[in-house]
């Protein structure tokens, strides 16, 4: 990037951070101005807090409550009537960002009308700002009658997790040139039928970086590369709560499994050696 595009860039950003509210046209405007959209997940309300006052673009209520919230192994047997309690969570700790809201598993894959419905209820009963769903040709018509009722909607390519036990494994997608190919063409149609960004999970840089500059709506990506329009994580994994997980897209800036540990065996033997509590924090 030259010096000039940089500057401009950089006051793009203080520019857009000083927007009072994210819309899905500040996504689009920050694409255009070259500024980069962050986005993490929260699922609840004091979680959102911290980060929507950290100045995050986009709050994802993801379906991966279902693994790190619930302690289920996929994001399947989370429910529409759990992700709206998550949600109005959400929203109750924000003041700036756009919030989305997954679309859980068999809330919208039946016909677009249950598509609807699902999206109704959220939007209705959570206050968020847009919903996501997984998938490409096949979500087109859901899609559209969504974005007909007025509600915005982000799509989902790649490796899409509600559909785990048909790829049989969370491995990188569209390596082949034909799964690639069929990329493209999803996220043109998605793109057409009006969805106002796209995340981007788990394919090769090369190829989200071909998608992110085919597309004029913003892609989202989380093991895309860093050409993608934005990126986003798990909060519990970018925070170190959930140990385990360690893909290579994966950056930690805390550990928190740990020092959450360490803080609470310190107050067991603080309790337990009558230490806590003491003469001033007693009434
Ligand atoms: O549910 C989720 O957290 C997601 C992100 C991984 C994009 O869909």
Known sequence: MQATQATSVQKSIIDFKKAKKVTTHTLQEMKQAGVKISMLTAYDFSMARIVDAAGIDVILVGDSASNVMAGHETTLPITLDQMIYHASSVVRGIDRALVVVDLPFGSYQGNSKEALNSA?????????????????????????????????????????????????????????????????????????????????????????????????????????????????????????????????????????????????????DDVKSLDFPNENEKY
């Open 120 to 268: 109704i209820r959220i939007m209705k009963e959570s206050g968020a700002h847009a919903v996501k769903l997984e998938g490409g040709k096949e979500v087109k018509e859901s899609v559209e009658r969504i974005i007909s009722a007025g509600v915005p909607v982000m799509g989902h390519l790649g490796l899409t997790p509600q559909s785990i036990y048909k790829f049989g494994t969370y491995a990188v997608r569209a390596t082949e040139e034909q799964e690639a190919e069929r990329l493209r063409e999803d996220a043109m149609i998605l793109q057409q039928a009006g969805c106002f960004s796209i995340v981007l999970e788990k394919i090769p840089a090369a190829l989200a970086d071909d998608v992110s500059s085919s597309l004029f709506i913003p892609t989202i990506g989380i093991g895309a590369g860093p050409d993608c329009d934005g990126q986003v994580l798990v909060i519990h994994d970018m925070l170190g709560i959930n140990k385990e997980f360690k893909p290579r897209f994966l950056r930690r800036y805390l550990n928190l499994f740990d020092d959450i540990r360490k803080a609470v065996e310190h107050y067991i």
